[in-house]
């Protein structure tokens, strides 16, 4: 196993400033330093050739263009198996024009990997990351301040998935046989309403949190006001709820009987 990682993740007595990165590399995977922002499409299929699997752990913080241009150089590099960083939503069903430019970015990577036939491809589709809905810039939970939101209503529903359960979920994925090639994979630790959610809180936490509801059109009226702003354009997508959610039975976790961490077990962990 080898991972890409910054150049700037060893110090200047070339020590690894993870210690995480050292458990790895003390079982035996190999670490290669490549800065992915700043290389072109060539820089990156040059690292990307004679790798059988790339699986992208990338995520949004390269910034805009990162995932089409790891994409292509995958591509071109005919690596045979490729996991993009697409443990998201369902951006089939969001399609282009959502507001968020990362997902239309999303979308064309599905159309990139779609309009091909060298590459086999699976996509991992987790909803958000749990930890996401206590975000306090999210907006929704807030523990802090003992408020929970709902985005478009208390009927409306959001699927949730842990980091931990995500990278476990992947490789049973990946392992798996009969080997699951060019599909969308669904998975979940936790498809909930707003009103569940904010019973689980408070069940949980055994307080009561000032409920709100963030409507659509308010929302929309405040994008407007300030068209910029990262998360309040993630609140108007979870308010619209389309390819926000999916139930837990269609789960490919469910269907193998592989249980996962959901939010009441995730938040006992973390208040």
Not at 78 to 93: A, E, I, R, S, T
Request: proline share 4%; glycine share 8%.
């Amino acid at each position: 196993v080898s991972v890409i990682v910054s150049g700037q993740s060893r110090d200047k007595q070339s020590k690894r400033r993870s210690s995480i990165h050292q458990q790895l590399a003390d079982a035996g995977a190999r670490f290669i330093p490549v800065d992915i922002a700043g290389s072109s499409v060539a820089a990156l299929k040059d690292q990307f050739r004679g790798f059988d699997t790339i699986i992208n752990c990338m995520g949004f913080v390269a910034g805009a263009g990162t995932q089409i241009k790891i994409t292509r150089a995958v591509l071109e590099a005919g690596v045979k198996l490729y996991l993009p960083w697409q443990f998201g939503v369902n951006y089939d069903v969001v399609g282009k024009g959502s507001g968020q430019p990362v997902w239309d970015e999303q979308y064309d990577v599905r159309t990139l990997l779609r309009e091909q036939n060298v590459t086999e491809w699976v996509i991992v589709s987790t909803g958000i990351f749990t930890s996401f809905l206590f975000e306090p810039a999210f907006d929704v939970v807030n523990l802090a301040k003992k408020t929970i939101n709902a985005l478009g209503g208390w009927e409306m529903q959001v699927t949730v998935t842990s980091p931990a359960d995500i990278g476990r979920l992947t490789t049973e994925i990946y392992l798996h046989q009969p080997r699951i090639t060019n599909e969308v994979v669904f998975v979940a630790g936790e498809t909930t309403s707003y009103a569940k959610l904010a019973e689980t809180v408070e069940r949980v936490t055994q307080q009561t949190f000032t409920r709100g509801v963030l409507t659509l059109p308010d929302l929309q009226e405040q994008l407007r006001l300030h068209p910029h702003d990262p998360m309040l354009r993630y609140r108007v997508a979870f308010a619209r709820g389309d390819g926000m959610w999916w139930p837990m039975s269609d789960t490919w976790n469910a269907q193998h009987h592989l249980p996962t961490q959901d939010i009441a077990a995730w938040l006992k962990t973390h208040q």
